[in-house]
């Protein structure tokens, strides 16, 4: 069986390395590194010195948020097959192996392998997976979209129809109906070799104690990746939140597609800062952390240490305190709370969180 994983965030690579060695342990495994974070590169030059997989592909990030000339650009080069960093797309595969079927890469490589009677699987990725509708982005550009599609159309036959299987850490928190095969992604726990071998693809070194850690606040682009608008402005959120956290010990975990110096400008202490090279998932499998509180607007990473590893944790969430309002979050919260007995609290607004956040250092 040959396989091809699409990845293009850290925490894609790390469910892949982890499925290579566990569910696809007999497979031919190729992976296909799409840039769109930061180190992509330089990830891809070590998963390929380390030699987990047979072939280790780095592609240039798609469709990025520049001018509409360079985009046509890019899907003119789709209808040629043509990908920056790959100079020859294999002439198959039995299956691809991705995380959701939005990138051209994936469209192109699952129509090759649909052509010939092979099957496109979609990994879990974070709550979305969970709930399909949690984060649909807004149409901003729509002539561009509607080209995008049509091209789309013209180089392959790529559908969720086309999916033969879903993998899951829980499919019991699936929400909604999921016509396709659900199945378990093996636990974390289950995979011995897997601390070592993600620890030397990404360099992994402990700088810091966690253990003493109260806080720890997840960045999330939901404003620059255009999934949702909120109220305020996002530095001056984020400069009233460290402020309130700072009655303990707290940690920001930026978003891989944060710059490293994203918050060099506000009188934040780099020392706070956790490496946006690092998968917040492969921080957690390396450290102490199971005390700690997790606070985002909405990220999934507040809910990883749960659905990854098992754990509980207090989770602060604050999309209602910037006013997004999200129904499906909602049920999936409910049904999140029920399964998995965790405690999670979400103030209405700054002095609800503030008060909360009192009453917990009276303790």
Same mark, same amino acid.
Request: charged share 25%; with cysteine; glycine share 4%.
């Given at each position: ?7 293009? =965030? ?5 469910? @892949? ?11 031919? %495994? ?18 390929? /010195?380390?030699? !987990? ?40 595969? $039995? &299956? ?9 890469? =994936?469209?192109?490589?699952?129509? *090759? ?13 974070? #709550? ?12 901003? $550009? !729509? ?6 599609? #049509?091209? %789309? ?16 850490? &829980? ?7 999921? %016509? ?8 974390? @726990?289950?995979?011995?070799? #897997? ?39 996002? $530095?001056?959120?984020? @400069?009233?939140?460290?402020?309130? +956290?700072? !009655? ?18 506000? $009188? ?7 490496? @946006? ?7 957690? #499998?390396?450290?102490? +952390?199971? /005390? =700690?509180?997790?606070?985002?607007? *909405? ?6 240490? %749960? ?38 609290? *979400? ?6 969180? &503030? ?9």
């Amino acid at each position: 069986m040959k396989n091809a994983f699409i990845c293009w =965030t850290p925490y894609h690579i790390m469910v @892949s390395v982890h499925m290579s060695q566990t569910m696809y342990k007999y497979y031919e %495994n190729d992976i296909y590194i799409i840039s769109y974070f930061d180190n992509a590169s330089n990830l891809s030059a070590k998963i390929k /010195e380390v030699g !987990i997989f047979k072939d280790v592909y780095n592609v240039e990030g798609e469709l990025p948020k520049v001018g509409v000339i360079r985009k046509l650009k890019k899907l003119y080069n789709l209808l040629r097959r043509k990908f920056a960093g790959i100079d020859k797309i294999p002439a198959f595969y $039995d &299956q691809i192996s991705t995380f959701s079927l939005s990138p051209h890469l =994936t469209r192109v490589l699952g129509g *090759m392998v649909i052509e010939r009677g092979g099957k496109i699987v979609i990994l879990e990725e974070g #709550l979305g997976s969970y709930n399909g509708n949690l984060f649909s982005e807004k149409k901003s $550009d !729509i002539l561009l979209e509607k080209v995008s599609k #049509l091209f %789309n159309r013209m180089i392959c036959s790529t559908g969720y129809r086309n999916i033969s299987k879903h993998y899951y850490f &829980q499919p019991e928190l699936v929400i909604g109906i999921d %016509n396709s095969c659900k199945l378990r992604i093996p636990s974390i @726990s289950s995979n011995p070799r #897997l601390k070592n071998v993600l620890n030397e693809i990404f360099e992994y070194k402990s700088e810091r104690k966690f253990s003493d850690i109260d806080f720890i606040l997840f960045d999330q682009p939901i404003v620059n990746d255009g999934i949702v608008e909120i109220n305020v402005d996002e $530095d001056t959120l984020t @400069s009233a939140i460290i402020s309130e +956290l700072s !009655i303990g010990n707290y940690l920001i975990k930026l978003h891989p597609r944060d710059e490293s110096n994203k918050y060099a400008h506000l $009188d934040i202490k780099s020392e706070s800062i956790i490496n @946006s090279h690092y998968p917040w998932e492969l921080v957690y #499998l390396n450290e102490n +952390l199971e /005390e =700690t509180i997790l606070i985002s607007i *909405m990220s999934s990473a507040s809910f990883s240490p %749960n659905i990854v590893f098992n754990n509980v944790h207090k989770i602060i969430l604050l999309y209602k305190m910037v006013g997004i309002q999200n129904e499906d979050f909602e049920v999936f919260i409910k049904e999140f709370r029920q399964i998995t007995k965790s405690k999670i609290i *979400m103030p209405e607004s700054f002095e609800e969180f &503030q008060h909360w956040l009192s009453g917990y250092c009276a303790k």
